[in-house]
């Protein structure tokens, strides 16, 4: 009886040492140095050849950084936006067509955005508690039935985006405020559509530029891969840098664009079959600001004119041209191991949209410019282009098999 109490206490000492070694573990994989970001360069161009005129339907609004379609004008379709009232968020409500047909009201809720799948949504934000604010989530199923939840997030981290897990569940990124002015703290957690939670470890990573903002989130074959954007304060051009990271927290690669980067914006990223594949903008021209202000600038024979308050005004024509001079898409194809650019697509007068893996295949968004129009009113863009959207699929051998004129349309500003 003795030598079975002796093992037992054996066995517990073993077991109370590997937790407070797992627990180590885990601090030091949060706490640790951040990764370092690394350049990869471009290659030599190899151009799409997309036929210059698209016709492109208004119907259709398109999201670059989440890649959905919706046709606002159909009666038929149902979506839900979120409601304002007094300038304040109080709920979101669901439309057919422009019909409203439910609307939940909420109390001490700030929404940030939506997720829509079929007719279930998943809003986000933060609740206003008593002394804090808390990361926060709300499942809506397609009867309009809703699951409130406050998330098991310190007041320190923020939901940035909510994506499908592809099944019965979501994908929630956080970011984690440190105040470490060039490093991003990032944590993927999932939800079910229950609203089991499940929170992951934290991953760090160094950016170019002061405050990184996440532009884009989506799934991989190994994990996940996140878009950013990071700036300073000065007139320099913005940096963007694409994050991949496994699904347990193992980083992948952190890269940006070489002697290149200042004038290529990443705007999509997946990773397939060992490649990692990027799109986005080439700005033709650089600029203080944005090429396309600087193509207005030192365009000859604008047909443009005054307004009463001094604002100067473009005809749509005009900004189109200026628009398809200005701006190119870029889909590069690069060695997540070695930097090294495998292939490199190029289109004038387009913008890099999404990528989908599609039925094994990687599958290019193509956004041709159609017309565009300048509007100084605004407060919060001067530019607005409609695009048509091309899709294209990439082969086995990292060459566009096939390209389909699909009847979408994005709306883009600047």
């Known amino acids: 009886m003795k030598k079975a109490n002796l093992y037992i206490r054996i066995i517990c000492v073993v077991l109370a040492a590997l937790c407070v070694s797992a627990l180590a573990s885990c601090g030091q994989g949060e706490k640790g140095e951040p990764a370092n970001i690394s ?19 208004e119907n259709y609004n398109y999201s670059f950084w989440h890649g959905n379609y919706a046709n606002y004008e159909d009666p038929s379709s149902e979506r839900w936006i979120i409601h304002f009232s007094d300038a304040r968020t109080t709920g979101i409500e669901k439309l057919r067509g422009e019909v409203r047909t439910d609307l939940i009201s909420l109390k001490n809720t700030d929404i940030d955005d939506l997720f829509q799948k079929g007719g279930r949504c998943v809003a986000y934000g933060t609740k206003r508690m008593v002394y804090t604010e808390r990361p926060w989530l709300m499942l809506v199923g397609e009867n309009g039935s809703k699951l409130e939840k406050v998330l098991d997030l310190p007041d320190t981290e923020k939901i940035i985006r909510v994506i499908d897990d592809g099944g019965k569940g979501y994908y929630i990124l956080t970011s984690i405020d440190k105040n470490e002015p060039y490093v991003l703290q990032l944590r993927i957690s999932h939800i079910t559509e ?24 989506g799934m991989c074959e190994e994990g996940f891969t996140v878009t950013v954007e990071a700036g300073h304060y000065s007139a320099d051009n913005n940096h963007y840098s694409v994050v991949a990271f496994d699904k347990n927290g193992g980083l992948i690669c952190n890269y940006m664009c070489g002697e290149q980067e200042g004038t290529h914006e990443i705007r999509s ?37 005054e307004t009463d308050y001094g604002y100067t005004f473009y005809s749509n024509e005009t900004v189109t041209n200026v628009f398809k001079k200005a701006v190119s898409a870029f889909l590069a194809e690069v060695d997540p191991e070695s930097g090294q650019t495998l292939k490199y697509f190029k289109e004038s007068g387009a913008i890099g949209g999404i990528l989908h893996d599609i039925d094994n295949a990687v599958v290019w968004d193509l956004c041709v410019v159609s017309n565009a129009f300048y509007s100084p009113f605004t407060s919060s863009f001067s530019f607005e282009c409609l695009c048509g959207v091309v899709q294209c699929r990439i082969g086995e051998d990292g060459e566009i098999a096939d390209k389909t004129v699909t009847g979408f349309c994005v709306s883009e500003t600047f």
């Open 269 to 305: 990223a997946v990773i397939r079959n060992g490649v990692l594949y990027l799109s986005g903008i080439v700005y033709e021209k650089e600029s203080e600001s944005s090429s396309i202000y600087s193509y207005l600038v030192d365009e000859e024979d604008l047909l443009q004119y």
């Open 194 to 217: 229950r609203g089991q939670f499940t929170k992951n470890p934290s991953v760090r990573f160094k950016v170019n530029g002061y405050r990184g903002i996440v532009r884009n989130f």
């Open 39 to 57: 350049t990869f360069e471009i290659g030599d161009d190899s151009y799409v050849g997309i036929p210059e005129s698209i016709e492109v339907s």
